[in-house]
């Protein structure tokens, strides 16, 4: 079973909002193994509706069309359907009396605009919104099924978990989708895809695999595909399993974990506490750490130290050594790791110290020179990168960096 | 001129992705005069995208693609674009050097996947990518533009603003669209309606005005549209005036200006320097300060005190006052704020402490209570807020109230 999403919109063309209700409408059909086979944005235009309706019939078994319900002028959705149906707007009573309470319960008078919600195309068959005015509508032609609901992301979301997800699921055949997530870092994807190209390679025909690369590593995607749901969930996890034999030591998590909380678990299995120095991340780091639910088990604080006299007065940092390596430098920087290990009394200690740009490069440490360095009672371990995109992405990679060598170090890989 | 946008990559059909690139474009297109017609998503098939380019190249001036581009066999762009131009892959040996000496800069060798990312369809004239290894590709047929581009959120938009949209704009017709935004804090959408109700009633009907409400407050935008470009950059400027004059207090910046960037401004002017003292908001308060370029100037360090432990040595807070108020309270807040401003020796101190959640709450003081306080030479000034959305959502909003709080003392607002 295939589906479209079709939504209506200027400010979706302006910009002037992000479209995040068709990633979760993809979501929600995945699960119940309908896929979506296009996601199309359209101006608030009759003959561009009409069009595309038209386009996509052809094409898809379930058409959902978001936006275009509200009260005012701009709104056309329910008169092109009408048009496209070949029919005209009824009364519908139950709308109307929903529409009514609603006003009521809020202690207002029923406007005519409002009134106007209640009114429906003949054909269709009224989706209740409990959350707003305009009531989805469920229309059946020529064994394709169009929904139109409203574009606000709760109502949608409410009208969708509430009648028309389930019966979609009735009414779809059996086939499944299963995805696994597998999250990776350290590698490229390039690089990746090498070490893994000849699992890839024998894939079944009915398992896909994505890259999809972030900053904080390459997330693996397995798409698999079958008729009984039982025999694809065992020959995913074989997958994945001969996955995780291949590069163990550059897998984090399998499903939607970032790193930080993959992280988080790993400090609270082991009963480890951490302390972050930053320099160049500049409280990115610990504000990764403490994103997560419950980390102040583990995390305890951290010294920001952006000004040398910081590192100095607070870290303790030799000022003879930030003179003679200078604050980017393998000295300085594992000095900061150790000693704020020692300072917040924790068992690790992590920090960073580099050049973010867009100033402040050097030809002997350009924009881009970054430090990162890990400190337990046994031993300091730093590391150097380069990466220069722009300060923002320059931070935020320096901040998976330094998770990253501090659940290597952990891990011992 | 019209635009329409393609993005490829079966990612954003199982919503695993939000297609956040599509806001983007329509909103830089916007401003030089080009309307997005419609927005395609479809997954890496080389029929549908062959069939999508057939169906858009009849209705748009220009059609520009996102996706498909890696190294990787599900990237399938590129030789779709081939079939379509009925053309082949040659070597573009500008592109191998830049992917040979991005290789060579990060020391490592470049593989032969990556060495493919420099073949390119005969007919498509390279754009350069420079934060990336798949070069953007211009096509035109039929008087028709065809731009291919990474999906990679930053690489795109680094080719849309070096290249495209320069070279777009040049061709464009005169059809103004200007766009005036007006960035206000402290007032929430309903309150800054009524406020300004009046002067938005009577704005000319070539102006339309939208609220775009975020965490740091909320942003007003002007569109303007008329043939004439001068009279219309005229007219805009004395509404904004008319508004400045009407919310003076509330307005922080003209403009794409963040709440972070404008206060970096203002410290910069005044030349005061300043240091964060952060429980509950773990580093996000010193990070949005330092994501600006040049900080450093203002912004020498945090003490962030997760721990009561931390508070106390490190902040030398009173055990005292910690036991009998607790960590989330004013007096602690305020000793935070007023002696990381000694300690790291600066003008101001701004701290925070207060329940991020999920955990942590009781009766007293349910999860969402936040104290933030302000310290100079002169005063410390504490304020409490009430905010209990998600964990990331309160760490956010903590942290805009607490700029929002320096600015306003600064300013004397």
Known sequence: MLADIITIGDEILYGQIVDTNSAWLGTELAKIGIKVRQIT????NTEHILKTLDDVKTQSDVILITGGLGPTKDDLTKHTLCKYFNTQLILDAGSLQHVTELFRSRGRELTELNRQQALLPANCKPVPNILGTAPGMWFEEEGKIFVSMPGVPFEM????????????????????IVHRVIQTVGLGESFLADRIADWEEALPPNIKLAYLPSLSGVRLRLTGRATSATNLEEQMDAQVQKLQSLIPEHIFALGEVPLEEALGRLLKEKGFTIATAESCTGGHLAHKLTSIACSSEYFMGSVLAYHNHVKINQLGVSADDLAQYGAVSEEV???????????????????TSGIAGPSGGTPEKPVGTIWVAYADAEKTVAKKIFYNKERLLNIEYTTYTALNLVRQQIMGV
């Open 157 to 176: 979301k409410r009208i969708m978990l509430d009648t028309v997800l389930p019966e979609l699921q009735k009414r779809s055949n059996k086939t499944q």
């Open 41 to 44: 944005s359209i101006s608030d």
């Open 333 to 351: 920087v594992s000095q900061m790791a150790a000693n704020v290990r020692k300072l917040l009394n924790t068992d690790i200690g992590v920090a």
